[in-house]
């Protein structure tokens, strides 16, 4: 009965997302810092983050909360995909080396204990040497 009544109240409404996600982490994190020094700013950020989430669940003005969600994760998916390859990158450096092509940057990987290899990028096809 509850739930058919939430249910019914939230219809229509934008909910949560991603974006909502993180700025309750980041007002739990941040009303964690505030405790810890004893800076009551840091507790009305906090608050206010907690605010501008529960605003975004409840907006029925779902065109403005995507647009806000597509320009967070503008910024957020490069940051994730940095966090990814680094963990990909920690998890494999026994079996890998990886490094970056001089050209265009691409990161590339190759088998460790092969010495020195000559690699050719996929992207822009420069040769150069690696050590393994």
């Not at 050209?103 to 690696?130: D, E, N, S, W, Y």
């Amino acid at each position: 009965m509850f739930l058919e009544k939430l249910r019914r109240f939230m219809y229509g409404r934008y909910g949560t997302d991603e974006l909502n996600l993180v700025l309750m982490i980041l007002g739990i994190i941040v009303m964690f810092l505030s405790r810890i020094f004893w800076f009551w700013p840091l507790a009305i950020i906090s608050y206010a983050l907690y605010i501008y989430a529960l605003f975004r669940m409840f907006s029925r003005n779902i065109p403005a909360r995507q647009k806000e969600y597509y320009s967070f994760l503008k910024v957020w998916t490069p940051v994730q995909k940095w966090f990814r390859i680094k963990k990909t990158a920690f998890r494999e450096r026994k079996q890998y080396k990886y490094f970056r092509c001089p050209g265009c940057r691409q990161q590339l990987r190759a088998p460790r204990g092969r010495g020195k290899i000559l690699v050719t990028c996929q992207r822009c096809h420069k040769q150069f040497k690696q050590k393994t």
